[in-house]
């Protein structure tokens, strides 16, 4: 099978189009015919080998194909496979399970993925797993990677909260905008001035340009902030929040966070 193969960090030149052997699925394994991989900001970390993806390797990627957000169909099932079939749609994350969304194939524990549903085309699918999963579990307080400050036991978001997505116009963010407007939240986003009318189009009351304002100087104050960036300090994110608001860090790197 063709697969895209990473055996050092970068870039440049460190992705190589190559033949590999079709892996073979072990009992407890599906094996899939990948459709459709979308690619997160996650996954060029891994590439360029930031210290958070070094933990997994330290000096090369520990994984050689990359790739966690896959949609696709189950080609064959391992003995004790029990609730997929040969020809499911299915869809999921493969970050805590080897990746390897970037080839024809790739073998996946049973837990790992669920069915897609049929009325989502496969690339629509595979634009979902992890970025939409961050975006909502985060906004409910019930994320594992959320850095959180004053958490209300209710989890986040309530109906009628002024939230801030910072970074709004990304893959985490995208998806943050339009559940916190499903929650019933006045929705402000920041982002560069070209993404501003796409997120005005997917839902967005308010939008700030970050290159032209910095939000936790308006006087502004919000009741939840969702974090994809970390670009400022802690000091500023507390300015820009209400008594009680809270604060929740997603993403960014904790190098540029002071
Ligand atoms: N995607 C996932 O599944 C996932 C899961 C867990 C954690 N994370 C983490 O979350 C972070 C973001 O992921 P992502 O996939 O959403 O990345 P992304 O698609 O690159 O989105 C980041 C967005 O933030 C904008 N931005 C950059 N600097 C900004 C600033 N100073 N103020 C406001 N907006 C700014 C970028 O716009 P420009 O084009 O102007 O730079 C971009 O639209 C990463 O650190 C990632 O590791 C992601």
Redesign the pocket.
């Known amino acids: 099978m063709k697969a895209i193969v990473c055996t050092k960090y970068g870039p440049p030149d460190v992705l190589e189009l190559k033949e590999v052997e079709k892996p073979t699925p072990k009992e407890d394994e599906a094996l899939v015919r990948v459709h459709a991989a979308s690619l997160?900001?996650?996954d060029f970390?891994m590439l360029r080998g930031t210290w958070s993806a070094r933990f997994g390797g330290l000096l090369k990627p520990r994984h050689t194909i990359l790739g966690s957000d896959i949609a696709g169909r189950i080609e064959a099932v391992g003995r004790n496979v029990k609730q997929f079939h040969p020809g499911d749609g299915i869809w999921g994350d493969l970050s805590e399970c080897g990746f390897g969304a970037f080839a024809e194939y790739v073998c996946v524990p049973e837990n790992a993925v669920r069915l897609k549903p049929t009325s989502m085309t496969f690339e629509e699918a595979a634009a979902v797993p992890?970025?939409g999963v961050?975006a909502l579990q985060n906004l409910r307080g019930v994320g594992s990677?959320s850095l959180s400050f004053l958490l209300s036991d209710k989890g986040h978001i309530q109906s009628g909260q002024k939230v801030l997505i910072?970074?709004a116009?990304?893959?985490?963010?995208t998806f943050a905008v339009q559940i916190a407007k499903a929650f019933g939240a006045e929705v402000t986003g920041?982002?560069?001035t070209r993404?501003l009318d796409m997120l005005r189009s997917i839902g967005a009351d308010h939008v700030i340009d970050?290159t032209q304002e910095d939000f936790t100087k308006s006087g502004q104050r919000y009741d939840l902030i969702l974090d994809?960036?970390a670009?400022q300090s802690i000091f500023d994110y507390k300015r820009a929040l209400n008594p009680k608001g809270i604060y929740v860090m997603?993403?960014?790197s904790l190098a540029d966070w002071e």
Do not use: P
């Open positions: 997160n900001a996650a970390e992890s970025a961050v990677s910072h970074g116009g990304g893959g985490v963010g920041v982002d560069s993404k970050y994809v960036v670009s997603v993403g960014g």
